[in-house]
């Protein structure tokens, strides 16, 4: 059974940074494209960044671009979201997705963190 | 950046009634390589991530029941409920992965009436 489990949400200032992280099994990690995807309360959902496989490709929103830092240990099963410069505006659960073999919807996603940027 | 418009924002259907929810792109989201829509539904309940039904705009995903059916080509898409339950009560999301920005639409509410 697939799992994927986020962790590191929680309070922080604007300006500030924060490092979620998603602990995975139950497929072969290193095969398989991963994403973050955000929901602000109450709103609806938003792909934030993506990476390959191997690591070697990564994408990003343009709302986080240039703030936001996707990587992966695929000897750990672990991906990762470094986030700086936090805003407001980046309060939000974050889903942690596993993309789908060959393209890039979504077929297994985690219970989500949340990250609620404040002063 | 391809938008995903949704309608309606939401509905309430009667119990064994069909829920119907449109998609549209502000694009072709066809690909002429292989002639598939890349288009999925997703569904997701209050308090949980979403989960996927449909991909290729029409390809059941394994263990969805088949009451749940997507059509369309091109840039119009349809979700249908063709018997609503209780335990489908929940928000309705199209996504578009033709290309980055991964795009999603802004949500459909389906309620009993």
């Known amino acids: 059974e697939v799992q994927l489990l986020e962790s590191g949400g929680g309070l922080v200032q604007p300006g500030g940074s924060l490092r979620l992280s998603c602990a995975t099994s139950g497929f072969t990690f290193r095969s398989y494209a991963m994403s973050w995807v955000r929901q602000a309360p109450g709103k609806g959902l938003e792909w934030v960044s993506g990476m390959s496989s191997g690591g070697g490709s990564t994408y990003y929103a343009d709302s986080v671009k240039g703030r936001f830092t996707i990587s992966r240990d695929n000897s750990k099963n672990m991906l990762y979201l470094q986030m700086d410069s936090l805003r407001a505006e980046d309060t939000a659960v974050y889903y942690c997705a596993k993309r789908a073999v060959t393209e890039y919807y979504f077929d297994s996603w985690g219970q989500g963190t949340l990250v609620t940027v404040s002063s | 950046d391809i938008v995903m418009t949704q309608s309606p924002d939401s509905l309430a259907v009667s119990l064994g009634e069909r829920a119907t929810i449109n998609c549209k792109s502000s694009q072709s989201i066809l690909s002429s390589s292989n002639n598939k829509n890349f288009l999925a539904w997703y569904q997701q309940k209050p308090g949980q991530p979403p989960k996927l039904l449909i991909y290729?705009?029409?390809t059941r995903e394994s263990g969805v029941p088949d009451r749940f059916s997507g059509s369309g080509s091109g840039t119009d898409f349809t979700l249908t409920i063709s018997s609503l339950q209780a335990e489908d009560v929940a928000i309705y999301y199209c996504q578009q992965y033709y290309n980055t920005p991964l795009t999603f639409g802004g949500g459909t509410k389906v309620e009993i009436k």
């Open positions: 290729w705009a029409s």
